[in-house]
């Protein structure tokens, strides 16, 4: 698998996981799974905007949340993927798993 496709798989599992959490859920999340060190939250209240960033040394996830209104509404929603998407398969498939397991993965 060359870098492109690494990064668009590591793109594609975030955005999997925005269909079934939250911005908020996600970045919970990965405050409790990920060391202190590789996690960093910024509020901006002069430009409305909050910021969670994860920067591990194999990939790395920015989480944005711009507001129209401190804390009002939100004008947009973005969460970016960057890096070894197959190294962040793997990270997930340890560190999330308790999050996933109890999922009722049928359709009914």
Known sequence: ??????????QDLVDFMLEDLSLDEIAESFEMKVEPKFYSYEEDKENLVKDWKIKLPKWDVWIRRSYKTWCGDINFEAIKFGGDGEDFNEWLKTKWFERYRNLDWNDD
């Open 1 to 10: 698998m060359n870098e492109q496709q690494k990064q668009k798989m590591g």
